[in-house]
């Protein structure tokens, strides 16, 4: 059955990366008609009337964030991408620079014009170099086709677009994380308020969107917000790129109209193509690794027993005691093989790892949660562990600066909260936990004896 794409409908044509071929598929028709037949509030009521989410894993309605930009002085205002895509499990964003990276400079033009923006950046993770020269190729492109530049098409407006790489660290994708690096700080997180729209770069107003919010923008100018707005279910309007990994037959990026539902998304050939070798669904992480772990029973159904859909409303149904999150759409599937634990340390290292610092709760907890998992893990962990991890993971959650602290506390409490029983067992059979073999590569690291 062939669905809607907005995104991806041309994306397999492979002269779609160059402008030529992007303007002969329908490209820069949002620029046109935005910029000679719009007034700038208008593009922003469009985007109001889609109902459009932003896509970088927070939901927030784009229209209404854009409706924020402070105008009441008279500083330079800043459009900034957020292309920094460091979250484990999520890989979507790469495929619209990569493939079609017109889409983004379009939607960074229509979207600047409706900020008042004259500067806008793509900041992109410093991993993906190889795509910073596909963009900086097409946007050379489009300043030699006046599509960026001075008078863009005859008009009185004029716009300048920069890419620049990331710096390495998961914490520069959080927006005010971003800005400092952008400014050529280390990547700290700022105390919000004041927030980016009113204070951002350089002190000026700024608005940060993800990737593929940004790539909606030609769409609903083209098409109409009410148009965007009648496409997917409720207040989870239009489609989204879900980046779906782990333990399926068809790993790999799918644009989804909201509300498929998700056992049609996990079994169906279209999408994922069911279980890697028939086995059995263990659990589930529906939007990267900071969203909270479905265990089986909650993955096809909602706690009222109907069908989970993938949309924001149906992903959390039930607050966290049953639901999780949409998230940016990092789908991981465990399959009955898998171990929680080992996940939930891996998560946690990563988290650790990544962790700025600045807030002790972060900074400290991050570290404990992994050295506690760490060792149940490796067949030295005690009962009380599971209590203590708990403890820890409450006590970041809701006292940091932003929200990676919450980020890193809400997989562990997932974790206990649906499989305690399996940290249970890692206490119970020490030598065992160690031995067996969990399919997701035995690390060749030597058992830790972590006493703290
Ligand atoms: C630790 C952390 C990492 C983040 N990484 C990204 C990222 O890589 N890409 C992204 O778009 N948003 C990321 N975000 C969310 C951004 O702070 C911001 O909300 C988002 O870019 C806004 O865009 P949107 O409204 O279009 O979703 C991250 C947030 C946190 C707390
Ligand atoms: S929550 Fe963690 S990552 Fe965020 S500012 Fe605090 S220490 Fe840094």
Redesign the pocket.
Known sequence: MSRLKILTEHIDKPEITGIEGYIKHGGYRAVEKALKKMQPDEVTEEVKKSGL????????P?GM?WSFIFKGNDKPRYL????????PG?FK?RLLMEKIPHLLIEGMIASSFALGVKTAYIYI?GEYMYILHILQKAIDEAYAKGYLGENILGTTYSLDLHVHPGGGA?????????IESLEGKRGN?RIKPPFPAVEGLWGCPT????????CKVPFIINEGGETYANIGIGASTGTKLISACGNINKPGVYEIELGVPVEEFIYSDEYCGGIKGGKQLKALVPGGS?VPILPNRLITKTAKGEPRLMSYESLSDGGFPTGSMLG?GGFIVFDEDQCIVRNTWNFSRFYHH?SCGQCSPCREGTGWMEKILHRMEYGHGRMEDIDLLWDVQRKIEGNTI???G??SAWPVAAAIRHFRDEFEWHVLHPAEATRRNYGMGRSAEPIEQVTA
């Open positions: 989410r932003g896509r970088g894993g927070a939901g927030f784009t964030k900034l991408c957020n292309a920094d895509e460091s979250e999520t964003d993770r998961y914490i520069c994708g959080e927006e005010t994380a971003l997180p608005i940060v969107n993800n990737v593929e919010t940004i900071s940016s990544e932003c929200p990676f919450d980020a």
